[in-house]
Structure formats: structure tokens, C-alpha cells
């Protein structure tokens, strides 16, 4: 089967300037991501990237726009109403499946890290009731990586699943001198995506939002995949 190589382009800024750098001793370490969908409904109209809108509606014409979230980027959007029945269902799964807090534990002692994921967020619930007619069903899941074991421990509400950690580590190919930006290829059934990372030297290299990676000497501050983004939004250590 051809694979399709998708590269996301885009030009990355560090987005943690605020935060401080942490103590040298302590035992835990508590932080947040804010994972959201690279769709965006405004206006009665949904913005994406070109590339996105090609491989997800490879049928509906696009036109090209300044971004409303950035003034530099020129994306492409198209009218909600010209979407189909099946065009929109498409599109709530891919906003309702990319949109989640995420909160870490990391702790020191034992090794592991605990991540939360708690699916929707307001502004979500406020789109799917504009656009699609109602809310959605809050849903919730926990991942547990084990240094340790070595393993990753998956726990949705129905089921649970366990892999190795060394099965899922990820290489990142640094595009810069300082190791702080860089892309990361990986394999699906049908494609190859290749994803941009971002770290904050100022951050322990543990703290990630559930990718691990191999060789990265810092902290995860954003991913962003075709699909969504990823941003680190709170770090906390605790002694």
C-alpha cells in the first residue's frame, strides 16, 4: 500500500518564556497540556491548514486566507454549509478526538509518570452545540509510563492495555544547534506523519504529554502534529 509522507511546516516560537526553572531538589513534578484540534469553526466557517483540508476533504474546493489566530500564516478555509451530512460528522469526530487537558504526575521515587486525559474543553462544548446540535459525552482515560518496567499502561473505562516503552520511543531529527527544535517520524497502517517538536531546556526532559522520546535533554513544550496541537501550559515541583 503507498504510504503518504505528511510534514507539518511551521514556524515555532518558545511559548514558556514565563515559567521559571525548577528546583534542584524535589519529589514530584506536576504539569499541563492543552491539546486542541488544528480545525477551527469561527464565523461559519472552518479554517485549517491546506495540507489538512487535502487530506481529510480531498473533495471540497478551499479558498486561501489570512489565519484568525495568526496574521503571518496564510491557511485555507471553507463555508460549514457547503460540508455534507457525512463532511461534518467527519469533522466533529476529528475536533472531539483532538481535544483534551492532559495532567501529569511525575514522581521522582517511583520512577513513573501518571497522565490524565479529560476529552472537550468550554470553548469545545460551545462549537459542538452552535454547530453540531448538542454537546458531547465526557470521557476520560489514564496512561501510566513505568521507567521502571519499562512499560506504558493505557486504562479507558472499557478496557485496558499494556505496551513496551522501548516499542514506542520516538527519535527526534534536530533542525537547530541547541537541540530545542526538531521533527519526529513515525508509522501508522496506511501513512508515515512527521510531527514538529518543541522543547524549554529550563524543564526535566520526563516532562512530555505521553510521547517518549530517545535522545531529548529537555522538557516537551509543544507538538504539532497534521491534526492538532499540543502546548505545555503549567509546570509545578513539589519537594
Same mark, same amino acid.
Given at each position: 500500500?503507498k504510504k503518504?509522507l505528511?510534514?507539518?511546516?511551521i ?5 514558556i ?5 525548577g ?6 513534578i506536576?504539569f499541563v497540556y +492543552?491539546?486542541?484540534s488544528?480545525?477551527? &469553526? +469561527? ?6 491548514d491546506? &495540507? ?5 476533504? *480531498?473533495?471540497l ?5 489570512v489565519? *484568525? &489566530?495568526?496574521s503571518?500564516?496564510i491557511?485555507?478555509f ?12 467527519k469533522?466533529?469526530?476529528n475536533?472531539?478526538?483532538?481535544t483534551?487537558t ?5 514522581n521522582?521515587k ?17 462549537i459542538? /452545540?452552535?454547530y453540531?446540535?448538542g454537546g458531547f459525552?465526557d470521557f ?8 521502571n518496567?519499562?512499560? %506504558?499502561?493505557?486504562?479507558?473505562p472499557?478496557?485496558?492495555? /499494556? ?8 527519535? %527526534?531529527?534536530f533542525?537547530?544547534n541547541d537541540n530545542?527544535i526538531?521533527t519526529?517520524t513515525?508509522?501508522t497502517?496506511?501513512s508515515?506523519?512527521t510531527n514538529v517538536?518543541?522543547?524549554?531546556k529550563e ?8 510521547e517518549?522520546?530517545s ?5 516537551i513544550s509543544e507538538i504539532?502534529? &497534521? ?5 505545555l501550559?503549567?509546570?509545578?515541583y513539589?519537594k
Amino acid at each position: 500500500m503507498k504510504k503518504l509522507l505528511l510534514i507539518v511546516l511551521i514556524t515555532v516560537s518558545n511559548i514558556i518564556n514565563s515559567q521559571t526553572v525548577g528546583p534542584k531538589e524535589y519529589s514530584k513534578i506536576k504539569f499541563v497540556y +492543552e491539546q486542541k484540534s488544528n480545525f477551527l &469553526l +469561527e464565523n461559519d466557517k472552518v479554517y485549517a491548514d491546506t &495540507l489538512l483540508f487535502k487530506y481529510e476533504y *480531498p473533495q471540497l474546493k478551499f479558498s486561501k486566507t489570512v489565519s *484568525p &489566530l495568526d496574521s503571518t500564516k496564510i491557511i485555507g478555509f471553507i463555508e460549514f454549509k457547503n460540508f455534507s451530512k457525512e463532511d461534518k460528522k467527519k469533522l466533529q469526530s476529528n475536533i472531539y478526538h483532538t481535544t483534551h487537558t492532559i495532567e501529569g504526575t511525575y514522581n521522582v521515587k517511583k520512577n513513573r509518570t501518571n497522565l490524565h486525559f479529560k476529552r472537550g474543553s468550554k470553548k469545545m462544548r460551545e462549537i459542538f /452545540t452552535r454547530y453540531f446540535g448538542g454537546g458531547f459525552s465526557d470521557f476520560q482515560f489514564d496512561v501510566v509510563i513505568d521507567y521502571n518496567s519499562r512499560q %506504558i499502561k493505557t486504562n479507558y473505562p472499557s478496557q485496558n492495555y /499494556t505496551e513496551s516503552l522501548d516499542s514506542k520511543l520516538r527519535k %527526534i531529527n534536530f533542525i537547530n544547534n541547541d537541540n530545542s527544535i526538531g521533527t519526529y517520524t513515525f508509522q501508522t497502517k496506511n501513512s508515515n506523519y512527521t510531527n514538529v517538536v518543541t522543547l524549554n531546556k529550563e524543564y526535566n526532559n520526563l516532562i512530555t504529554p505521553k510521547e517518549v522520546f530517545s535522545n531529548n535533554e529537555f522538557g516537551i513544550s509543544e507538538i504539532v502534529s &497534521l491534526h492538532d496541537t499540543t502546548k505545555l501550559r503549567s509546570v509545578i515541583y513539589e519537594k
